[in-house]
């Protein structure tokens, strides 16, 4: 059980071009969930917490306008990338807690995403 | 002060030996603490959790808890080569804020 998808697992674009990934929990419900980004060798930040059915937190300079999440249900939260460029390249990862109860609030992750912006 | 802490080694130890994670967290009142691994390129895996003090063994692995002492390590037995990634320990605060560590790079020796 638990587990958690994304798509896609990578995507190359054109700079000033938006890119939208999925997440999605595929056995439990999760009200909440939380997309990360890494890069290469460095661990793991999170970008913002996505919420069903209100907006999503950001973390301290991540701009909400450029990273658009969106959480419209219990198992699905999106995030676009908007005019990405090469720097936005990075190991894109979300994750979800089960809102089901039984559990210690642990997380759930995602395969990832590889961005790469040409 | 960071609110979870690991060195970020990296670690080395030849196969079969016991390799010893540690982290340290600042908030007293935090419930539940989890141990994650990531290989290089994947996301993190859940390997243990654990909310009580003392030990918690699965497998290979024994997570330990000392909340006095705002302290959780993560003990794997008989190192296997396969072990080698970067394992990450999180915790979930009082205020059910999960926090993650930077992470330690474990590398098993053959």
């Known amino acids: 059980g638990a587990v958690v998808s994304q798509h896609p697992s990578w995507v190359i674009c054109k700079s000033g071009t938006s890119v939208k990934i999925e997440c999605r929990s595929l056995d439990f419900q999760a009200t909440t969930m939380f997309w990360y980004r890494q890069f290469p060798k460095q661990s793991l930040m999170l970008m913002a917490t996505s919420n069903e059915g209100s907006k999503a937190t950001y973390e301290q300079g991540v701009e909400k306008d450029k990273f658009l999440i969106n959480h419209a249900s219990l198992t699905l939260s999106t995030l676009t990338v908007t005019s990405a460029h090469p720097e936005d390249s990075s190991f894109y990862i979300c994750?979800?807690?089960?809102?089901?109860?039984?559990?210690?609030?642990?997380?759930?992750f995602g395969p990832g995403t590889r961005l790469t912006v040409l | 002060q960071k609110e979870v802490e690991q060195n970020s080694g990296p670690l080395s130890v030849p196969e079969g030996a016991i390799a010893s994670l540690n982290c340290t967290y600042s908030d007293r009142g935090s419930q539940s603490f989890f141990w994650y691994r990531q290989y290089s390129g994947k996301s993190p895996e859940l390997i243990m959790f654990i909310y009580s003090n003392g030990d918690k063994e699965d497998g290979r692995f024994t997570a330990q808890l000392n909340k006095a002492s705002q302290y959780v390590s993560l003990l794997i037995r008989d190192s296997q080569p396969s072990d080698s990634a970067t394992y990450l320990c999180a915790v979930n605060s009082a205020g059910n804020q999960f926090y993650f560590g930077t992470g330690t790079s474990l590398t098993v020796i053959p």
């Open positions: 994750s979800a807690r089960d809102s089901g109860g039984g559990h210690y609030n642990e997380q759930f």
